[in-house]
């Protein structure tokens, strides 16, 4: 399937489209507003986002695909649908060719209902490349030698390592563990210690701010406004670095757990020459701040984030059709 059209990312939490020769022209969330009355769709991605904050009483938020894999069909149909639209236009002449991005461990059943969602959605071709391969290309990794190279790609919902050689994978791990799993452990860790409660997006950006996974010489701090579980009125808070990476502790260590167990199963030829090439990390969740530092203190092995870790998996779906013949 030389010659994709177009390269699809479907994450848990976002959706990013790769169109030929323009590179990432869309980057929306992976959620849908369903009317409660009927059921029927009102709104996708950033539409439906904004939608759901101004009238969370008759809609209902979905999020149709879980680590991965569809949990609701018809949604994730509509939603491939309305993004193709999206990215190609109404008015094109043809159906494209897309290549979709799917987990390394997704079972046959599973393949096969991501295919057909491809073609309901009206692809003329449907291929598909694994979500390592694809963050491996991404990165601009050349793994079409017989020599080991490593990804470790961390998105909203998930965390994928692999050993890549010869176009393909070696060795492969999943982790459901994402950037969205650190939000939820701050918002938890801030309601315990703190007795205030604090949504998703102030979680976030706190975690963007002053959170780290690796222990610093200066700590940070920041102030926000919670609610005070007891009283329900806001609550100034100011929290450190130092919170945070108490927060995301238990996460780190699943991340470093499943790093190591990839790098154990790896063939020693394949694992000596990763320990020269070093790790390279892909995803949005990549971007915490020390995780670098981290994985590179527990493993010994030199650890790099790619140029562009939020499209590197989209970049790579959209070329892989190319470099691998799909």
Not at 231 to 252: H, N, W, Y
Not at 259 to 274: F, G, M, N, Q, Y
Request: glycine fraction near 12%; aromatic fraction near 4%.
């Amino acid at each position: 399937m030389a010659g994709t059209d177009i390269g699809i990312d479907l994450g848990t939490t976002s959706v990013l489209v790769y169109v030929r020769g323009r590179g990432v022209v869309l980057k929306e969330p992976s959620v849908a507003a369903l009317d409660r009355s009927d059921d029927r769709i009102r709104a996708i991605g950033e539409d439906a986002r904004m939608l759901l904050s101004r009238s969370p009483g008759t809609l209902k938020e979905i999020h149709p695909l879980e680590n991965g894999i569809i949990a609701d069909y018809m949604v994730t149909e509509q939603m491939l649908r309305y993004f193709i639209q999206k990215a190609v236009g109404r008015l094109s002449f043809r159906k494209p060719k897309i290549c979709i991005c799917i987990p390394a461990d997704l079972t046959e059943v599973e393949r096969h209902a991501v295919e057909d969602a491809g073609y309901q959605a009206g692809a003329r071709d449907v291929a598909m490349v694994e979500e390592p391969i694809a963050a491996a290309i991404g990165a601009g990794i050349d793994f079409s030698k017989p020599s080991g190279n490593m990804v470790v790609d961390i998105g909203g919902g998930t965390t994928n390592a692999a050993i890549l050689s010869v176009n393909g994978i070696v060795v492969s791990m999943g982790l459901k563990v994402g950037g969205n799993d650190f939000d939820a452990a701050l918002m938890r860790y801030i309601r315990s210690q703190f007795g205030v409660t604090v949504g998703q997006q102030a979680a976030e950006e706190i975690k963007m701010q002053v959170g780290t996974v690796y222990e610093r010489p200066e700590e940070r701090l920041m102030e926000f406004i919670g609610r005070d579980i007891e009283t329900g009125l806001p609550k100034t808070v100011r929290i450190s670095s130092q919170d945070c990476r108490m927060a995301f502790r238990e996460l780190t260590g699943r991340i470093v757990e499943v790093v190591h167990s990839v790098l154990e199963k790896t063939p020693p030829e394949l694992a000596e020459d990763v320990a020269q090439r070093g790790i390279v990390l892909t995803g949005g969740g990549s971007l915490i701040d020390g995780l670098e530092d981290l994985l590179e203190a527990r493993t010994g092995v030199n650890v790099v984030t790619c140029d562009d870790p939020l499209c590197a998996v989209a970049i790579g779906t959209g070329r892989a059709g190319e470099l691998l013949d799909l």
